[in-house]
């Protein structure tokens, strides 16, 4: 299995905030870095008519995927309308199937945010092990602890050390 990370976010700045820190750590231990954001950023101004934030959106993300060497996957919909749905399961599915990550790093499945709760959904039906930073604890503290949290079973023949990982209390699998 080749050593790849795809990590999957809701919006842009997403990843920026949750992930990219452990993206470049996996980029060190050589690691093939991908990155998403499943919706586009639409909503993500007072200012600009929507084609346009997509556009200053869409560009700062490929920005930011280059900067950490990441290759970029366009994304699937506007934002708010990210829904745990057949045609979107199936799209970024075959996104998944394509990439074919060791790992995906997703959202909290346990966030403020209906968004960010169905990127975890979405991404964390496909056999591979997803692992996430346990939101019900501030971000600081899951950086502070090191605990980063394996919330699914993953396909149990792909089993990976990416270290400290851990089973928080209460979650299945
Ligand atoms: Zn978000």
């Not at 790849?4 to 093939?32: C, N, Q, W």
């Not at 996430?132 to 971000?139: C, D, F, G, I, V």
Request: aromatic share 8%; net charge negative.
């Amino acid at each position: 299995m080749a050593k790849r990370v795809f990590a999957i976010a809701a919006h842009p700045d997403d990843i920026e905030f949750m992930m990219a820190g452990t993206m470049m750590l996996l980029k060190e231990r050589s690691y093939e870095l991908h990155y998403m954001t499943v919706a586009n950023g639409s909503c993500g101004t007072a200012e600009h008519d929507r084609e346009t934030i997509i556009q200053i959106r869409r560009q700062e993300s490929i920005n930011a995927a280059e900067f950490i060497g990441a290759v970029y996957h366009e994304s699937l919909c506007d934002d708010i309308e990210i829904f745990y749905e057949k045609k979107l399961l199936t799209r970024l599915g075959s996104v998944i199937r394509e990439v074919a990550p060791e790992i995906l790093l997703v959202p909290s499945p346990v966030d403020y945010m209906e968004d960010h709760v169905n990127t975890s959904r979405l991404a964390g039906c496909h056999n591979i092990p997803c692992f996430t930073l346990w939101t019900q604890r501030s971000a600081k503290e899951s950086y502070q602890s090191g605990n980063l949290c394996r919330y699914n079973r993953g396909n149990e023949e792909q089993r990976t050390d990416v270290g400290n990982a851990q089973k928080p209390e209460g979650v299945a699998g």
